[in-house]
T-cell receptor, first 115, second 115 residues
Framework: AQSVTQLGSHVSVSEGALVLLRCNYS??????LFWYVQYPNQGLQLLLK??????LVKGINGFEAEFKKSETSFHLTKPSAHMSDAAEYFC?????????????FGTGTRLQVTL | DTEVTQTPKHLVMGMTNKKSLKCEQH?????MYWYKQKAKKPPELMFV???????INESVPSRFSPECPNSSLLNLHLHALQPEDSALYLC??????????????FGEGSWLTVV
């Protein structure tokens, strides 16, 4: 079975500071990894994903993540936080039953951005 | 157009009522999903339809009945729900290709309150 673990249910950073949200995965096969963001009272929006190829993945809104197989990690970073980044962030791993993808989510990290 | 549309956005129903949640996508995706999300928790998979056939049922109680009338529409029929079923119900879709790296696109969700 595949799973992801997000370290830190709540992260607080100052506006302009580095954002680092941690995600570690467990998988018996090469994983496909995703980061989704959920703003209050909204659905989930894809930030970025890793499937194959380049291990540094760039996403929307200035976010990026690096797949590190040796560390089984897929941490999300942004050089400079903005107030609008305050949201819930979910790391997810994709499994493949049949002809559809199936996402398994981590428990989420709430990002708070302060002035 | 990467959009999954869900209606209604908010629904309040009694425990003896019958109601339905509706979902529509026009991205040509052949896999569609229902997720349930409780407050401060990650989404949990309920059902997966692939090519209009039920592919996965994550042991969901029979008071939830999914239906996929065609490749663009997905319904969730609700009957005799319990207050603990109150949650955000998310519809999603993806290409039903033989790849677990497919992006799953989420709708804004339907907020369900059972009274």
């Amino acid at each position: 079975a595949q799973s992801v673990t997000q370290l830190g249910s709540h992260v607080s950073v100052s506006e302009g500071a580095l954002v680092l949200l941690r995600c570690n995965y467990s998988s018996s096969v090469p994983p496909y990894l995703f980061w989704y963001v959920q703003y209050p009272n909204q659905g989930l929006q894809l930030l970025l994903k890793y499937t194959t190829g380049a291990t540094l993945v760039k996403g929307i809104n200035g976010f990026e993540a690096e797949f590190k197989k040796s560390e089984t990690s897929f941490h999300l970073t942004k050089p400079s936080a903005h107030m609008s980044d305050a949201a819930e962030y979910f790391c997810a791993v994709s499994t493949f039953p049949g002809t559809a993808s199936k996402l398994t989510f981590g428990t989420g990290t709430r990002l708070q951005v302060t002035l | 157009d990467t959009e999954v549309t869900q209606t209604p956005k908010h629904l309040v129903m009694g425990m003896t009522n019958k109601k339905s949640l509706k979902c529509e996508q026009h991205m040509g995706h052949r896999a569609m999903y229902w997720y349930k999300q409780k407050a401060k928790k990650p989404p949990e998979l309920m059902f997966v339809y692939s090519y209009e056939k039920l592919s996965i049922n994550e042991s969901v109680p029979s008071r939830f009945s999914p239906e996929c009338p065609n490749s663009s529409l997905l319904n969730l029929h609700l009957h005799a729900l319990q207050p603990e079923d109150s949650a955000l119900y998310l519809c999603a879709s993806s290409q039903a290709m033989l790849s677990s790296g497919n992006t799953i696109y989420f709708g804004e969700g339907s907020w369900l309150t059972v009274v």
